[in-house]
């Protein structure tokens, strides 16, 4: 949820701010705007639009400048509009900011401020930190920072420049993510790695309650008593070219295809079929530990609490563990048991989403440890869980999530073979599971084959108000997943069921306009949904099946069938959920809709 940077070094500012900004686009794109420290002071542009906008408008209007700040914003407090876009300015326009998190007390510094004389132009929280800065005692930009900072609550990703300290960024960070990139003779401050890869593999992740100075010559990192720190710098693993596009229209599109790779990836190294288990190193979960667990607690959201389900199917399968899963958003307001015994996972592409990470704190906080499962390297989540695995999908860039899903239930499998063996799940069950892991890679190639008839389905379905989409068992949270990737990218209203549920309430919805996308892999409740497909044909829904290579002709009740690779019914969900991120896909296109920014979304969403 809205991307900062910032640069300081020997060249304009001004191109290496827009292409960073074009590469956190992702994370909010209702708004955009540079800022820049020249001879003049400080000269901004700004915009309600896309970066492509703001690089017009730089074209239309230069400005130049070694030392800067830009910002692509998401909306929270205040319209997408001009006024509201940042970079922010105090009262004199000599000092700028960007800003990424959310002022919680804003009315009420603000009020505070407006009776002390400050004049306010903008209807956001993020205002109220450039007054702060502008009143706020100290000799140097960072000491006043850290003096406005004192006042405020909530959370904040900042970068600030003043012409009274020229040739200086300074950078705070509580609950948004912000890193610094180490370059030779130049730094950025940036919200996310992506946006420094063009310069600089070195990166120094900052810690909530970090404030950091950048200037030409260096950065120094402090904490909120102005007491100096020592921050180790990373590589970051990520190549430039995973984060183009190369010839795909879309980054979905590239996501969604490149899912054989990444499967492989999260599964690379981890595999021992000969013993029937994984090799986790990072979960610093001893076998012994591993047969204390009583209970485990999944927290996540959206598409990864889809995975989460899934998760849960696999480890009390395997394991033997009960599991529950909880929306982080939910979990974090509950006061979590103290319950000895429990194990808290923490699932999250971005490692980076706000309710996420609390819910993660609130379970330690209870006496928890706590697993991440988390795709971004060195995010909040990553380091502030006990152990993890990471997903190793690679970037992950559109907004609608893909290849991190079947990551994460590759990683879920991971993690309950390895439970499972340690709590006495045979070797031969453990053999033929790590056995079937190795082949899923093939397995995905093979499902993307469907990828041509899809496309004939959505040309079919792409006018269609609503769908449904049913499964059960462990099919059912790839019917959420299915239903979620539809509306999210292509506005049609469209919920997941539980095939047998539908009887009671949904079953109303029912008609013949009604696409009814049935998930119906080989597995012992397959004969249950090929009844509750009847119970659809009968009142004149139309049925799209995904079912197995192998499976009886469902001719008779499904008006198209997609057929996966037959497997393990708990390796099904990663095929099952390829043709229907296809079709939401293919219909989104369709429909005209903007698949990598769709209305109203950001990646990572680092506000609660
Ligand atoms: C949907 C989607 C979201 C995310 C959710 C959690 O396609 O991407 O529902 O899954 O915002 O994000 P992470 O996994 O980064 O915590």
Known sequence: MCGIVGYVGSRDAVPVLLDAL???????????GVAVLNGRGVETRKLAGRVAALRDLVRRAPLHGSCGIGHTRWATHGAPSERNAHPHADCTGALALVHNGIIENADLVRARLERAGHRFVTETDTETLAHLIEDAPGATLEARVIAALARVEGTYGLAVIAEADPGKIVAARRGSPLLIGVGQGEYLVASDANAVLPHTRSVVYLDDGDIAVVTQQGYRVFDSD???QQRAVDDVAWDLETLALGHYPHFMLKEI??????????????????????????????PARCARVQRLVIVACGTSWHAGIVGRHVIEELAGIPVSVEYASEYRY??????????????SQSGETADTLEALRAAKAAGSTVIGIVNVVGSTIAREADGGIYLHAGPEIGVASTKAFTS????????????????GLPLREGRRLAEQLGELPDLVARTLELEPEVRVLAERYADAPNALYLGRGINFPVALEGALKLKEISYIHAEGYPAAEMKHGPIALIDENMPVVCVAPKDEVYPKVISNMQEVKA?????IAVTSEGNGDLRHVAEHQLRVPA?????????TVIPLQLLAYHIAVRRGCDVDRPRNLAKSVTVE
Do not use: W
Not at 334 to 347: D, E, F, H, N, Y
Not at 567 to 575: F, G, K
């Open 22 to 32: 074009s590469g956190l686009e992702y994370r909010g794109y209702d708004s955009a």
């Open 226 to 228: 102005a007491r100096l």
């Open 257 to 286: 295809c490149e899912q054989p790779q990444s499967v492989q990836s999260t599964l690379r190294g981890r595999l021992l079929p000969a013993q029937g288990t994984a090799r986790l190193d990072g979960l610093n979960l001893s």
């Open 334 to 347: 509950r006061k979590p048991l103290r319950l000895p015994g429990t194990l808290t996972v923490a699932i």
């Open 408 to 423: 994460q239930l590759a990683a879920l499998l991971l993690f309950a073979l390895f439970l499972g063996r340690a709590r």
């Open 539 to 543: 009142r004149g829904g139309r049925i």
């Open 567 to 575: 497997c393990l019914p708990l390796l099904s969900p990663i095929l």
